[in-house]
């Protein structure tokens, strides 16, 4: 059922916490599974030089979690930004079609998080990012 790369990314996760004083976090959540995701960031002159994530969901949620941090660490925000979830999960060998949200959790919990860093720095939020993030809405009123 899952390839043996997910099962890797879940049973030995990278990335795994919180950062304290982050530059950017973003959480976003599937109301129909009951998955949530939580990303933080430490970012240094536009480069995420830390991220780490908090996951409460299944094995394949874990497993993009993960992934999706590995992808983008040490990388800038703008690359960040174009971070999809089908580079996710052909990084992690594939999904069963039922587990693909989980890798669109993934992709938008990135893109959650991006849009708080742009917010907290007074900044534009770059035309990548607008619709992309399905994060706390309330807080960002751009949606």
Partial sequence: MYSEK??????????????????????????VCGD???IYMKIDDDIITD???KT???????????MATKLVKGKSVFEAMKLTNKEVMDKLGGLPPQKIHCSVLAEEAIAAALTNYFEKTGRELP????????GNCEACHRH
């Fill in 6 to 31: 997910v099962m890797e990314e879940f049973n030995n996760p990278s990335n795994v916490g919180e950062i304290e004083n982050a530059d950017a976090v973003g959480e976003v959540g599937n109301a």
């Fill in 36 to 38: 949530i995701m939580k």
């Fill in 51 to 53: 991220i780490k994530f």
């Fill in 56 to 66: 409460f969901g299944c094995g394949a949620a874990i497993a993009t979690s993960s």
């Fill in 127 to 134: 035309e990548e990012l607008v619709g992309k993030c399905k």
